[in-house]
Each structure stands twice: as C-alpha cells, then as structure tokens.
C-alpha cells in the first residue's frame, strides 16, 4: 500500500528554530491565514531555498471553514488502463465510527494472520500489515485528505486518486483542489499546486529526506513499527463501512513524527487510514477507501512536464 505524503515565521515566534519551521512552511503552502494576499501580476520570483513539500496542496481554508481536502515492491509490466471517473466521497474530515452489533467472526489477512478482535496481539497485526503491503505490486485508491497546520494556523482539505507502483513511483492526483498533483518518477518527486502556487512546480531528487517518506510513507511506517516505536492497540472501528483495529505508535527515540496511528483492516490487513503528527507540530490525516491492489498502471501516470509558462526549481 501507500505511500505523499504525499502535505503539509511568525512575528512573535519564541525562537529561531520556530521561525525556520513556519518559514519553511509558508514556502510550501502560502502565508498565514490571518496575512494579506499579495497584490498585482508580475514575474514570480525565485524562493530563497525552495524545498520539496509534503503532500498536503489542498486548498487552504481559513481556521473553522471547512470545505473540500504502501510501498509496493518491484514494478510489474504496466498496461494502459485508463483511471475510472473519482468516486464522489466526502471531503469533511474523517470520523471513526465504533463498530456496533455482535463480534464478526475471526478473519484471516493477505498473510494469513487472524486480524479481527483478540484473535492476534499487536505485534503479530503489525507484522501481518507488513507482510500484506509487501505483496502489493500497485495500487490505485481513492483518498480524502486533511492536513492540520498549527505554524500557519490553517486547516486544508482535498481529496482525489492516489496511485503507486514500486517504491519509487508515486502519484497524488487531486480533484479537489482540481489541478494539484504529486508524482514520482522513480528518479524526481515534482509538486505541482497551482491552488498555491500556479507559476512554479519544486522538483526534488529521490533518494532519502522528506520526498522519500512522501513516496513511500506507509512503507517506511510498517517497516520500522515493530523495532522503533512502542504500539497500543485502540481497539475497533469502522472507516468507509471496513472494521478495522486501529493502532497508535510512538516513536522510541529521534524521528520526525511525533506519533502515527494505523487504521488495519480485518479482512485483508491493507492501511485504511493512517494519520502522523509530525515534529513542527502539523497532522496529516490520509483515508483510503475503493482499493484496487494489483491494477495495471499505465506508464504515463509517473510522468509529469511542467505547464507552459510554469518555472521549476530544484529543491
């Protein structure tokens, strides 16, 4: 399954540091909320040290104004498969709703790993979470995205299509805000936002760094759940009409994430959702719903050619 993240200072910041990070992030995604817009037309101009941003090019929307916002392995041979039309889903943040009526009966994962109620401990539900992202070759879904940004005092939303094939291709399409997208061509990760920025794209090589946790970010999750964090197991709930054990991590030592937590399936032990509070304090919360492991992809979606007109920095 997946991985963009792939996303997502101020005058009275208590320290450097602090300033750095909302610095970096207004590069990224915009001033604050509460900051007037620019005004006039003229040359964009090259940001001092553009960086590579995280997935989370939703519209912005001002603070209580909501409105609509792992890795597979080796690549297989890709055919053309056009994507299906984005199924309309909700865009207002994500609710886990408790699953309620008589316990269903113990199930078994792509792994084979009973995942449903007591039937396994937490290491063996994160073990068989990792064993069935594994096996994934590609992945096309539908995903809705919230992204929480304290530093900027902004809330985003979006929703669109996520792909990926292999640990190095990746793309986040969104369709909501429409034109944004996030791709991986095995080789550059490209952000291109025009809801934020339409006259530039940051193209950053792969190869470690944020841009590799964004192409692969459940990967790297469940690759390191079980040896670098402490994991407690939630409990049950319900996302998109799927029951599944939801688990919170919380690193054992350095990490950029603050805390993660996992929504895993009971019937095949694919992520559902996955949300991350990062250090700078910014939470991401990603759920994914109408999975289609294993579907052919075709080549041109991890591709991308800036816009006529458009300017690339490399970050």
């Avoid at 199924?87 to 078994?108: H, I, K």
């Amino acid at each position: 399954m997946c991985a963009v993240v792939l996303a997502v200072g101020c005058a009275d910041a208590g320290s450097e540091a602090r300033s750095a990070e909302q610095a970096q992030l207004e590069a990224e995604f915009g001033p604050r909320a509460d900051a007037q817009a620019p005004v006039g037309g003229g040359a964009a101009t090259e940001p001092e040290r553009p960086v590579a941003p995280t997935p989370g090019g939703s519209r912005a929307v001002p603070d209580r104004e909501m409105r609509p916002n792992t890795a597979p392995r080796p690549s297989t041979t890709p055919a053309t498969d056009a994507p299906p039309p984005f199924e309309s889903e909700s865009v207002s943040e994500p609710v886990s709703e408790p699953v309620t009526g008589p316990p269903a009966p113990p199930s078994e994962s792509a792994s084979g790993v009973d995942v449903s109620g007591s039937g396994a401990d937490v290491d063996s539900l994160l073990a068989a979470a990792e064993v069935a992202y594994d096996k994934i070759t590609s992945l096309r879904a539908a995903f809705v995205q919230r992204m929480e940004i304290p530093l900027l005092d902004r809330v985003s939303e979006g929703a669109g299509t996520w792909y990926q094939r292999g640990s190095g291709h990746f793309r986040m399409e969104f369709a909501e805000p429409a034109g944004d997208v996030l791709v991986a061509d095995g080789t550059y990760f490209w952000a291109y936002q025009p809801s934020q920025q339409p006259d530039q794209v940051i193209k950053s090589r792969l190869g470690g760094g944020a841009e590799a946790g964004t192409v692969d970010v459940l990967g790297q999750i469940l690759s390191e759940a079980r040896t670098r964090y402490t994991s407690v197991d939630e409990g049950v709930e319900s996302v998109s009409g799927v029951s599944t054990r939801v688990i919170t991590l919380t690193p054992l030592g350095a990490s950029r994430y603050r805390s993660v937590r996992v929504w895993i399936a009971d019937t095949d032990a694919l992520v559902r959702r996955f949300r991350i509070e990062e250090e700078n304090e910014t939470i991401r919360t990603v759920t994914l719903s109408s999975l289609e492991p294993q579907v052919p992809l075709d080549d041109a979606l991890f591709q991308f050619t800036a816009p006529p007109g458009v300017q690339t920095f490399e970050g």
